[in-house]
């Protein structure tokens, strides 16, 4: 092989040594969850925003749905779903500690619904603030509650997928 053939395999092989050296820093869930913190609350609040005002014509002010997604995701994946998992049995929410086959899903699920229901209480007053139009009742609790719905479905399927296939039902 020329120089230049092998400089091509450089970004494989350094990705692949630490497997070879078991250096892994954290685990799945820890790194996709820290990536959920810093961007995708981000893309999570806009697309709540651009859904309030698509499906529901609600205008809204989307800083205000962005900082509730923040600060949600931060106190409901680092506190509630830990806390809730470990009181069901399972201490390792984040799996820092499992070895593959060892990460228990029932936790996990438990862990994650009780964060979903902190998150309802805890965006509720943002989103409530952000709408320009102020309502009650049922309208304006339904588009939240769909919106919310929705974004959290999509993030329990990525988790999911992230610890399904090494884990286990209990």
């Not at 931060?74 to 820092?96: E, K, L, Q, R, V």
Request: aromatic share 20%; net charge positive; proline share 4%.
């Amino acid at each position: 092989m020329t120089k230049n053939n092998n400089q091509k395999y450089l970004p494989l092989i350094l990705l692949l040594i630490p497997n070879f050296l078991l250096a892994n820093a954290g685990s799945p869930m820890i790194w996709f969850s820290f990536l959920h913190l810093i961007w995708i609350n981000f893309i999570i609040g806009t697309f709540e925003s651009k859904l309030l005002v698509d499906k529901f014509n609600l205008q809204n002010r989307k800083w205000l749905i962005i900082a509730a997604n923040y600060i949600s995701m931060f106190i409901g994946y680092y506190f509630i779903a830990p806390h809730f998992s470990m009181t069901n049995g399972y201490p390792d929410f984040w799996g820092m500690k499992s070895r593959v086959g060892e990460y228990e899903l029932g936790g996990f699920f438990i862990g994650f619904l009780c964060s979903f229901v902190a998150t309802l209480i805890i965006e509720f007053p943002f989103y409530r603030l952000s709408l320009k139009t102020k309502l009650s009742g049922w309208k304006l609790l339904k588009p939240f509650f769909l919106v919310n719905l929705i974004t959290n479905i999509i993030m329990l399927a990525i988790y999911f997928m992230i610890v399904a296939f090494t884990a286990k039902w209990n």
